[in-house]
């Protein structure tokens, strides 16, 4: 079974630093696109960072300059590496990836559970 786990969440003061990392486990073929999402209370899911591959890497505006994707291709392993935190970046973090359970399959949409980053200012 193909499971997204995180970790890496937490509570840090305004300027302040967090990492949050997300491990593909489980049984498949490759780890296509991945993401990093976030939702704060009452409001929609949002688009943080994607990484579509190699050097290929996109932002939301609300971050772009602060906050960094990064991948372990041998580990299937998303980093997103956050500076300048701001009061504004408290929100539930998803991790999302699309995975081929083989090479003849489309890539299947997955989720981790969330991890809680709580910005105080």
């Known amino acids: 079974q193909v499971q997204l786990v995180e970790s890496g969440g937490g509570s840090v003061q305004a300027g302040g630093s967090l990492t949050l990392s997300c491990a593909a486990s489980g049984s498949f073929y490759r780890v296509n696109v991945m993401a990093w999402y976030r939702q704060a209370p009452g409001k929609q899911r949002e688009l943080v960072a994607v990484?579509?591959?190699?050097?290929?890497?996109h932002y939301a505006d609300s971050v772009y300059g602060r906050f960094t994707i990064a991948r372990d291709y041998a580990q299937n392993t998303l980093y997103l590496q956050m500076r300048s935190l701001k009061p504004e970046d408290t929100a539930v973090y998803y991790c999302?990836?699309?995975?081929?359970?083989?090479?003849?399959?489309?890539?299947?949409?997955?989720w981790g559970q969330g991890t809680q980053v709580t910005v105080s200012s």
């Open positions: 999302n990836a699309e995975i081929k359970a083989s090479i003849w399959s489309p890539g299947d949409d997955y």
């Open positions: 990484s579509n591959g190699l050097n290929d890497a």
